[in-house]
């Protein structure tokens, strides 16, 4: 079955059952539970993986922790401190905190112009600083391409579940995007504060007419 047809099957069957769509092609994060054999970490310069384990970690310096929300079944925390380590020249050593989902590898390029990826998001506080959303292809640091969304965070209203989405061709700016080759799904960095929580993270079809970030 060719992706496209999976998407659009899985995008009208998703309001009658979001936790049945488990295809790890489409979807990433359901009710707060990443979909294997996603697997999510968390790190800055200070250590740049550690690893997300039965949904919680912390970096060095507790700049960026992720937990089960307390308040919100099937739902996973993220919390940016915004700490600044400051070297011998006055600069932040931590550099950007971020969380990332990896370890796996899907073609999306069929389908590069006809979707987006949809977070399910609660905004608890605004972003203090710039936050990048990044997709990352081949497993590398010269494969992958940015896209600021600390305008659109700061658009969504505090303290009411939202739909943020990002069409995939707004990662093909640089033109040697590979998105046949996507390793990782998204990373979300920032140095500033932002606190917010995620439900769901996936594939959505991009409305009919809409051309998403293409010209």
């Not at 979909?35 to 790190?43: E, Y």
């Not at 292809?137 to 659109?152: D, G, L, Q, R, V």
């Not at 500033?192 to 079809?205: F, T, Y």
Request: aromatic residues 6%; hydrophobic residues 40%.
């Amino acid at each position: 079955m060719k992706l496209s047809t999976i998407l659009l099957f899985a995008c009208l069957s998703a309001a009658a059952n979001a936790q049945a769509n488990t295809n790890s092609m489409i979807n990433y994060i359901v009710n707060g539970e990443i979909v294997k054999p996603w697997k999510m970490s968390i790190g800055n310069a200070l250590n740049w993986s550690i690893p997300v384990a039965e949904g919680r970690a912390e970096t060095a310096k507790g700049n960026l922790v992720v937990s089960p929300s307390e308040d919100e079944e099937g739902a996973m925390h993220l919390k940016w401190r915004g700490k600044v380590v400051k070297n011998q020249w006055g600069g932040n050593t931590l550099n950007q905190s971020f969380v990332t989902l990896s370890g796996n590898k899907i073609d999306l390029s069929t389908i590069v112009d006809n979707a987006a990826i949809a977070f399910q998001v609660k905004k608890l506080r605004n972003p203090s600083k710039d936050v990048a959303l990044t997709m990352r292809c081949k497993n590398s640091n010269k494969c992958e391409e940015k896209f600021a969304i600390k305008h659109i965070l700061k658009r969504l209203p505090s303290d009411e579940w939202k739909m943020l989405t990002v069409p995939l061709n707004c990662f093909a700016k640089g033109g040697d995007f590979d998105y046949s080759q996507i390793t990782d799904i998204f990373k979300i960095a920032t140095e500033g504060k932002l606190d917010m929580l995620i439900k769901n993270v996936g594939l959505i079809s991009l409305p009919t007419g809409s051309k998403g970030c293409a010209k």
